[in-house]
Nanobody, 128 residues
Framework: QVQLVESGGGSVMPGGSLRLSCTAS????????IAWFRQAPGKKRDAVAAISWLGGHTYYRGLVRGRFTISRDNIKDTVYLQMGSLKPEDTAVYYC?????????????????????WGPGTQVTVSS
């Protein structure tokens, strides 16, 4: 069983920055692909960014590309989402999720169904 916990959420003004962290409590973290999803009120949950086991392959949703950066530290069993130039439309609950099914390192899914373990989420609010 993999337990994920997000941290770093909060309230920030437009144009500000936040760094989210996703830490795994146990398991072979370095073998997991990790994604950040977000869900705004009344909207479906969408993948925002994802990263392969070794960090050599990443995915970014178009709306955040150039503003968000995903990275990982496999020694600390932690994945980060650095968010900059935040906009009100970035307001959502952010979830990290782990894909533990073995597959090619370059193959990164953006589908919820492919991620077996989820954290409880952390709220990000961007407002003036």
């Amino acid at each position: 069983q993999v337990q994920l916990v997000e941290s770093g959420g909060g309230s920030v003004m437009p144009g500000g920055s936040l760094r989210l962290s996703c830490t795994a409590s146990e398991g072979a973290f370095r073998n997991y692909k990790i994604a950040w999803f977000r869900q705004a009120p009344g909207k479906k949950r969408d993948a925002v960014a994802a990263i392969s086991w070794l960090g050599g392959h990443t995915y970014y949703r178009g709306l955040v590309r150039g503003r968000f950066t995903i990275s990982r530290d496999n020694i600390k069993d932690t994945v980060y989402l650095q968010m900059g130039s935040l906009k009100p439309e970035d307001t959502a609950v952010y979830y990290c999720a782990a894909d533990v099914t073995p597959s090619a390192e370059w193959l990164i899914s953006t589908e919820e169904a492919d991620y077996e373990f989820w954290g409880p989420g952390t709220q990000v609010t961007v407002s003036s």
